[in-house]
């Protein structure tokens, strides 16, 4: 896969996230309660739940979006966040070619690599020079996704970065995070590209957060030997009620 030294980012502070008994709610639900982590500089950290269990919400509370939580969240020294989602693409304007709209991005040593850069996200030669406005949304979420890289931005976080992505696209992108100096935050579907790229993965599950400093695939083992745990421990409980019950039964007719 082909390397830049992209912009280098200001360094952050050592914590850029440290997050205290956070809660937040809707109404009567709860999305979450009492989170509590430290997220380190440079950590590459997975976030990973059903849709729906507050992955979304969480990373709003950590961007500034949503503010009406409970708890405490600061951003550590320096901090410089970069986010991506497929929705940024809406911002982008139409008028400019794919080649113009990362030219007005690029700043310093990376400005002589640019088709390098557009090649690699499968821009190269006559595809750099298409308008913004024809692009297909898949197209155009490959162009938000390079503006960002190369913003200064020393925390990165990425919501599904690898929808519209071909293989070289993707292993040059886990290149870029895994030799990155920046914390980066991860949602993906994509097992096998958070597996090759984070080393911490954050699960979110009926407002909990279970936090596993290993490897997606560890993540699954250990995940797995949780809840058989957990069931363990349910039906043992199940057969000490059951016992109780019967012996105040028995007891009850010999009264």
Same mark, same amino acid.
């Given at each position: 896969?082909?390397?830049?030294?992209?912009?280098?980012?200001?360094? @952050?502070?050592?914590?850029?996230?440290?997050?205290? !008994?956070?809660? *937040? @709610?809707?109404?009567?639900?709860?999305?979450? @309660?009492?989170?509590?982590?430290?997220? =380190?500089?440079?950590?590459?950290? &997975?976030?990973? !739940? +059903?849709?729906?269990?507050? *992955? @979304?919400?969480?990373?709003?509370?950590?961007?500034?979006?949503?503010?009406?939580?409970?708890?405490?969240?600061?951003? !550590?020294?320096? $901090?410089?966040?970069?986010?991506?989602?497929?929705?940024?693409?809406?911002?982008?304007?139409?008028?400019?070619? $794919?080649?113009?709209?990362?030219?007005? #991005?690029?700043?310093?040593?990376?400005?002589? /690599?640019?088709?390098?850069?557009?090649?690699?996200?499968?821009?190269?030669? =006559?595809?750099?020079? +298409?308008?913004?406005?024809?692009?297909? !949304?898949?197209?155009?979420?490959?162009?938000?996704?390079? +503006?960002?890289?190369? /913003?200064?931005?020393?925390?990165?976080?990425?919501? =599904?970065?690898?929808? %519209?992505?071909?293989?070289?696209?993707?292993?040059?992108? #886990?290149?870029?995070?895994?030799?990155?100096?920046?914390?980066?935050?991860?949602?993906? %579907?994509?097992?096998?590209?958070?597996?090759?790229?984070?080393?911490?993965?954050?699960?979110?599950?009926?407002? %909990?957060?279970?936090?596993?400093?290993?490897?997606?695939?560890?993540?699954?083992?250990? /995940?797995? =030997?949780?809840?058989?745990?957990?069931?363990?421990?349910?039906?043992?409980?199940?057969?000490?009620?059951?016992?109780?019950?019967?012996?105040? #039964?028995?007891? /009850?007719?010999? &009264?």
């Amino acid at each position: 896969a082909m390397h830049f030294s992209l912009l280098p980012a200001v360094t @952050s502070g050592a914590y850029p996230v440290i997050i205290e !008994g956070l809660s *937040k @709610s809707y109404g009567a639900h709860t999305v979450f @309660s009492d989170v509590n982590m430290t997220i =380190e500089r440079g950590e590459k950290v &997975a976030f990973v !739940g +059903k849709n729906g269990s507050g *992955k @979304s919400t969480l990373i709003k509370c950590i961007m500034g979006e949503v503010t009406d939580y409970t708890g405490t969240l600061k951003l !550590g020294h320096n $901090v410089e966040v970069g986010y991506f989602a497929q929705t940024q693409s809406a911002e982008l304007d139409g008028g400019y070619t $794919v080649y113009e709209t990362i030219d007005r #991005e690029a700043q310093g040593e990376i400005r002589t /690599r640019i088709n390098d850069l557009l090649g690699a996200f499968m821009f190269g030669g =006559e595809e750099s020079e +298409k308008k913004v406005s024809v692009l297909s !949304g898949g197209e155009r979420g490959r162009v938000a996704l390079i +503006k960002l890289l190369l /913003r200064p931005a020393n925390l990165l976080i990425l919501d =599904e970065p690898t929808n %519209h992505l071909d293989i070289e696209s993707i292993q040059w992108l #886990e290149g870029f995070i895994t030799t990155s100096a920046n914390a980066v935050l991860l949602v993906s %579907h994509d097992r096998a590209f958070i597996n090759n790229t984070t080393r911490r993965t954050l699960e979110i599950e009926l407002g %909990h957060i279970y936090d596993y400093k290993v490897s997606y695939e560890q993540y699954v083992e250990l /995940r797995r =030997e949780r809840r058989e745990q957990q069931q363990r421990a349910y039906d043992n409980q199940q057969k000490m009620l059951a016992d109780t019950e019967a012996f105040i #039964e028995r007891f /009850r007719y010999k &009264a």
